[in-house]
């Protein structure tokens, strides 16, 4: 019972040190010039177009991650006609974020899509501008996010079984309303679960948005990329205000995320 409880004791200890030491610092340092200062640092016209862009990005990206990711899913699970060695390459490719440095996925983009390389010339010959602007950014974060939907759906298709879809089908229904019939209720707590994780992932993205964006104030500028550049320019009660809001975003999204996990262990 002694190491149990010495045990018990150094995880509150880890816990407080690298949770709520760092969350009691942010919210300090960003009343530090009080309540003028605070609203101040989170009202200012490129903090607000930074957490306007962070949005905007947030709702693309988990738009996309959700409606791909359960397509994604379905397929390395239930398609017959994939054989076994693309299931398997697919499955690595959608692990690839997971081994690649954010920062090595954003140099990707830039190589591939920048300005100064084929297919960025001509997607800007057609007036689509791609790195150091929004539709690179938010690649860059959906290359980092895209594995949680699909990790999350998958274990819970293989799970249900492909036999009440077949039965579905077997009397007639349509693949389009076999799924929102059948097997949507079973993977619907899975999904929230990813559209949770897609977001706070998205609102803490820094590495791979750092490259794509270039970081340009009040138009390339993301949240967490301002905080950086507040740091580095010593305004440290703006960087905490902001980092403030991102954390209560991240806090309200990790209490909704254990009420889906729990949903989801109950259904």
Do not use: C
Not at 7 to 31: C, D, E, H, R
Not at 103 to 109: P, Q, R, T, Y
């Amino acid at each position: 019972m002694t190491i149990r409880r010495l045990w018990i004791t150094l995880t509150y200890i880890v816990f407080a040190l690298l949770l709520i030491a760092p969350l009691v610092k942010i919210f300090t340092g960003s009343w530090a010039e009080g309540w003028s200062g605070f609203i101040e640092g989170i009202t200012r016209k490129q903090s607000l177009h930074a957490l306007m862009m962070t949005g905007i990005i947030v709702v693309i990206v988990t738009a996309l991650n959700t409606v791909f990711g359960i397509m994604l899913a379905l397929y390395l699970v239930r398609a017959e006609w994939i054989g076994k060695r693309m299931k398997r390459l697919l499955n690595s490719i959608v692990d690839l974020p997971f081994a690649v440095s954010p920062v090595i996925g954003g140099l990707m983009i830039v190589l591939i899509l920048g300005p100064n390389t084929v297919l960025g010339a001509l997607f800007e010959d057609a007036g689509i501008k791609i790195v150091y602007a929004l539709p690179g950014m938010v690649l860059a974060t959906l290359f980092v996010t895209f594995p949680l939907m699909v990790r999350e759906v998958m274990p819970v298709l293989q799970e249900i079984g492909s036999q009440q879809e077949e039965a579905a089908s077997t009397l007639g229904a349509y693949s389009w309303y076999t799924f929102w019939k059948v097997t949507w209720p079973a993977i619907r707590w899975g999904v929230i679960y990813g559209v949770v994780l897609t977001v706070a992932r998205s609102l803490g993205e820094f590495g791979a948005v750092l490259v794509v964006s270039g970081n340009i104030m009040n138009k390339t500028q993301t949240a967490t990329t301002l905080v950086y550049q507040d740091v580095e320019n010593f305004n440290v009660v703006a960087a905490n205000g902001i980092a403030l809001v991102l954390a209560a975003f991240s806090v309200g999204l990790l209490l909704l995320m254990e009420w889906a996990k729990k949903r989801k262990e109950v259904h």
